[in-house]
């Protein structure tokens, strides 16, 4: 009997470290989706890499309020006239809603490329990453304006 409750706590105990590696990995990889998509939004306006990124089923909040679907979300970065260098202002925090959803959220500051950085503006960012097929993709993001 107690044979067999140490073989239970050991396979429970085990269970837990795999779930928490699990778990950490996760973390790393929506933190580098998260960072590849500030890149490819802001700074590179990177077609392939947002595509890579979204979610068909997707919907996409930008900066000037408006919810927008993966293509126009997409044609909109690439007719902006402006570029951005992009300082993230804290860490990356993900929370996760089981194994196949999560949100990260952080701030940044965004300097339009070649101004002052007297015009520079924090956002509260908010992601939201679902996987499908395997893969984490972004199905939904609200920046937030912070004031001054």
């Known amino acids: 009997m107690k044979r067999d409750t140490v073989i239970l706590v050991v396979l429970l105990t085990l269970g837990s470290f795999s779930s928490n590696a699990q778990s950490s990995k996760s973390e790393k990889v929506i933190v580098d989706r998260s960072r590849l998509f500030n890149q490819a939004f802001l700074e590179t306006r ?3 890499m947002l595509n890579d990124l979204l979610s068909v089923k997707g919907l996409f909040g930008n900066f000037e309020n408006y ?3 993966k293509a126009s979300s997409i044609r909109t970065v690439l007719e ?3 570029a951005y260098d992009t300082k993230p202002v804290e860490d990356i925090t993900v929370v996760f809603g089981g194994k196949s959803s999560a949100v990260s959220v952080y701030i940044l500051e965004m300097i339009p490329v ?3 950085k007297e015009l520079s503006k924090k956002y509260r960012v908010m992601l939201f990453w679902a996987k ?3 893969k984490w ?3 939904g993001s609200q920046p937030v304006y912070l004031e001054k």
Do not use: F, N, P, R
């Open 67 to 69: 919810i927008q679907a």
């Open 80 to 82: 902006s006239k402006i």
């Open 114 to 116: 070649g101004a002052d």
């Open 132 to 134: 499908e097929k395997g």
């Open 46 to 48: 990177d077609s392939m």
């Open 137 to 139: 993709k972004l199905l």
